[in-house]
């Protein structure tokens, strides 16, 4: 099994469908729009950063796509 260290968020925004895109190992943050086309990247972010930008997106209600489940199962 292997084991991912990217997480995906998914929410609806002034109606327009975003998801968000976490990577511990490449420390990147990727928000898309409804088209995936990127409309924010940020870079550089240290391990620290990335649990506290998930706990906001939790906190905030912005539904996770689980481990062993693919995106669009949830569109």
């Known amino acids: 099994m292997v084991i991912k260290t990217s997480k995906i968020w998914i929410w609806i925004q002034n109606n327009r469908l975003?998801?968000?895109?976490?990577?511990?190992?490449?420390?990147?943050?990727?928000?898309?729009?409804?088209?995936?086309?990127?409309i924010f990247r940020?870079?550089?972010?240290?391990?620290?950063?990335i649990k506290k930008l998930e706990l906001i997106f939790s906190n905030h209600c912005i539904k996770s796509v689980g481990d062993h489940k693919e995106p669009f199962t949830y569109l």
């Open 18 to 38: 975003l998801k968000a895109v976490s990577n511990q190992n490449t420390g990147t943050l990727t928000i898309y729009d409804e088209f995936d086309k990127i």
């Open 42 to 49: 940020r870079t550089g972010l240290n391990k620290q950063q």
